[in-house]
């Protein structure tokens, strides 16, 4: 009686499995990859320096920053940073805009070259530039940033830079690594898109249903329990 009330069960465990066992090994070689790699490593911290010691101090920063307010609306705050051998301060409000820390003059767009040469300072390997290429819009590793610079070097993990045309500035660093763990992490959350919605509706599905695959298999157990012991057989000589 109790093998017939628990048949329902058995099919259910059964198809459940079927339909789970792909994602569950996703699941698991995701895990194993996503803890086996460093997040350093994956950030590429040892691949480029997002950012570098600024070698400018206060009196190499000369323009006038009374002039320099008159031309940002709604002033919010004022950065003082660096492009290669300028000093840059940058400020923010309604818009946002770069000046030559010196002359107070606007900040002018970098040319190929010198966004070659700031990749370059950046960089901690020793490769050469594979290629630079303008976006009007970047791709999703870079969340889609528009008017970018894309510097992939010559190493054998294809380090990339993506560095702000207006400012010069690296925005991020990017790697086969990094890819690696993406690609893992999109498999891991089942967010096949954007990968970034770790409540997405398939994810919950999925994992409801693993929930439901292993109630029915402790429910399995109860048609032969370890405790149970079990009869021997007589011997005969």
């Known amino acids: 009686m109790i093998k017939s009330a628990l048949k329902p069960a058995r099919k259910i465990h059964k198809y459940l499995g ?92 970098p040319s190929q070259t010198h966004i ?8 901690l390997g020793d490769a050469k530039i594979a290629h630079v290429t ?29 560095l702000d045309s ?7 660093v990017r790697s086969t ?3 690696i763990f993406d690609f893992f992490w999109m498999l891991h959350i089942m967010d096949y898109d954007e990968r970034d919605d770790f409540n997405n509706p398939l994810l919950i599905s999925f994992s409801a249903t693993s929930v439901l695959f292993c109630i029915s298999g402790f429910v399995l157990l109860l048609q032969s329990p370890p405790w149970r012991r079990r009869r021997h057989q007589p011997k005969y000589n």
């Open 116 to 123: 070659e040469q700031q990749a370059k300072a950046h960089y």
């Open 18 to 109: 079927y339909l789970l066992a792909l994602q569950i090994f996703a699941w698991l070689l995701g895990g194993l990859v996503m803890s086996a790699i460093p997040l350093e490593m994956v950030h590429g911290k040892h691949l480029a320096n997002r950012q570098l010691d600024n070698p400018f101090n206060a009196l190499h920063y000369t323009a006038s920053l009374d002039n320099l307010k008159q031309q940002v609306a709604e002033l919010t705050s004022i950065e003082y940073k660096h492009f290669l051998h300028t000093p840059i301060i940058k400020l923010n409000g309604n818009t946002t805009a770069y000046f030559d820390g010196k002359t107070g003059a606007l900040f002018q767009a």
């Open 134 to 162: 303008f976006l009007a819009e970047g791709p999703r590793e870079v969340q889609y940033r528009k008017n970018i610079w894309q510097v992939v070097f010559a190493d054998t993990v294809s380090t990339t830079l993506y």
């Open 166 to 172: 207006d400012s010069g500035q690296v925005i991020t």
């Open 177 to 179: 690594i990094w890819r």
